[in-house]
């Protein structure tokens, strides 16, 4: 199957600071790429879908302007958490789709711990 | 709107013991994708079968199988003579037919294997 690499897939910051993650498909190019969070003992639930070159489009109760998304080539996509808060803690997962394929191929996934 | 649903939160089983996990599903679409991932603990997703509303056919692969039964909107994953490895979170997903589509995941289910 496809490889789709995240990066880093652990992160602690401090409080206030933004942390930059990283979703890179390796050998496909990714249409859409969508992205997931994932509390402790919970479910993935989706935040955005991103497609290249357009702007992404956010789940209900996402805010935009803390996790911003940014699909500029057919290989990245990158959330970026701004102003991290203790509560923005959690596990972040990318997923990379062909135009041709309902085959998701997720990331390794990052762990992010804000203190 | 999409809604995947797996009652069982947690199954402990001890080694060699098949376990059944259920998954029920509901969408107004008439063709659609059905998935089961397995996340150990390490957190990445393991993709172990994708399913599409057309073909009903059960499925084995080693010790697992999988039976889709559209009529009561199921599509249930069976572990054959489970072992300590199995241990892991199992997660239902459904998504729409059209290619580049979100998943949307049920609960997930916790399977302890214990030796």
């Known amino acids: 199957g496809a490889v789709v690499s995240q990066h880093p897939s652990r992160v602690i910051c401090k409080s206030g600071t933004s942390v930059k993650i990283e979703c890179r498909s390796l050998?496909?190019?990714?249409?859409?790429m969508f992205w997931y969070r994932q509390f402790p003992k919970q479910s993935l639930m989706l935040m955005a879908t991103?497609?290249?070159?357009?702007?992404?489009?956010?789940e209900q109760g996402v805010e935009k302007d803390k996790f911003l998304i940014n699909h500029a080539s057919l290989t990245l996509s990158t959330l970026t958490v701004t102003s991290a808060h203790p509560e923005d803690s959690s596990f972040y997962i990318c997923?990379?789709?062909?135009?041709?394929?309902?085959?998701?191929?997720f990331g390794q996934g990052t762990r992010l711990t804000v203190v | 709107a999409q809604k995947v649903t797996q009652a069982q939160t947690e199954i402990s089983v001890v080694e060699k013991e098949d376990v059944t996990l259920d998954c029920v599903y509901e969408?107004?679409?008439?063709?659609?994708?059905l998935f089961w991932y397995k996340q150990p603990p390490s957190g990445e997703l393991v993709f172990l079968i994708r399913?599409?509303?057309?073909?009903?056919q059960n499925e084995i692969s080693g010790r697992y199988s999988w039976n889709f039964q559209k009529s009561t909107s199921s599509f249930n994953f069976t572990i054959t003579a489970s072992q300590v490895v199995d241990s892991a979170v199992y997660f239902c997903?459904?998504?729409?037919?059209?290619?580049?589509?979100?998943?949307?995941f049920g609960g997930g289910t916790r399977v302890l294997v214990k030796p």
């Open positions: 997923s990379a789709q062909t135009r041709a394929s309902n085959e998701a191929f």
């Open positions: 050998d496909f190019q990714a249409t859409t």
């Open positions: 991103s497609n290249e070159g357009s702007k992404a489009t956010y």
């Open positions: 969408t107004r679409d008439t063709t659609y994708y």
């Open positions: 399913r599409n509303s057309f073909d009903e």
């Open positions: 997903a459904l998504s729409r037919y059209v290619a580049g589509n979100k998943l949307t």
